[in-house]
């Protein structure tokens, strides 16, 4: 079984610049979350998604970040534009749903920002 | 108070010893609670979970849960150079989003 695919794998951009990053989950996983970790600390949920509706949003900033999974399927979490601050890895998980089943994770991208 | 909290160490056993990682959580209606590895440059991996009271064993490793107290901890038995890591504590709270503590790192000397 393939696990959670993410890419790009590292990213370096300029402060103020756009960037994407894209996830694609275990086939039939329904539930997709994107997690920021930033060096030092455990992951933070920024957004999760049921099928392609959103369950949770409570901690993705808003006014730079923004995200979608159309299909149900994969998704893109988008930042623009990027602070300083944003440098972290980005982390997509899947589970087969959002009730008590194993989260499994992709490898992260490593985004700086300069 | 963090929702989560966990020493981040780090933590440094022989080979062979007991490694023991603790984590407090604030939610106390919390009712799943999870151990990740995270070993350096990788995403973490589930290795263990406990939903009751008491001691959940699977091979060198223990899960304790203290709901209480609001405790949970690992115990690593006959630790190896393997095992160091970043160990992560989660906590699924009552709206069900999982809380990661901030990760201690264990570091095993051969």
């Known amino acids: 079984e393939a696990g959670v695919a993410q890419s790009p794998r590292y990213k370096i951009i300029e402060k103020r610049q756009s960037v994407a990053f894209w996830c694609n989950p275990i086939?039939?996983?329904?539930?997709l979350y994107w997690y920021q970790q930033i060096l030092g600390q455990g992951p933070k949920l920024l957004i999760q998604?049921?099928?392609?509706?959103?369950?949770?949003d409570s901690q993705l900033p808003k006014d730079r970040f923004s995200a979608e999974r159309l299909k149900g399927v994969d998704s893109t979490l988008k930042i623009q534009p990027a602070k300083l601050e944003d440098s972290a890895v980005y982390l997509c998980?899947?589970?087969?749903?959002?009730?008590?089943?194993?989260?499994?994770f992709g490898p992260g991208t490593r985004l700086t920002v300069l | 108070q963090k929702e989560v909290e966990q020493n981040s160490g780090p933590l440094s056993v022989p080979e062979g010893a007991i490694a023991s990682l603790n984590c407090t959580y604030s939610?106390?209606?919390?009712?799943?609670f999870f151990w990740y590895r995270q070993y350096s440059g990788k995403s973490p991996e589930l290795i263990m979970s406990?939903?009751?009271?008491g001691d959940k064993e699977d091979g060198r490793f223990t899960a304790q849960l203290n709901k209480a107290s609001q405790y949970v901890s690992l115990l690593i038995r006959d630790s190896q150079p393997s095992d160091s890591a970043t160990y992560l504590c989660?906590?699924?709270?009552?709206?069900?989003?999982?809380?990661f503590g901030q990760g201690t790192e264990l570091s095993v000397k051969p």
């Open positions: 998980a899947s589970s087969l749903d959002g009730i008590g089943n194993e989260q499994f």
């Open positions: 998604f049921q099928n392609n509706g959103v369950v949770d």
């Open positions: 989660a906590v699924r709270n009552q709206g069900g989003k999982l809380i």
């Open positions: 406990i939903y009751s009271n």
């Open positions: 939610d106390r209606v919390s009712q799943s």
């Open positions: 086939s039939g996983h329904a539930t």
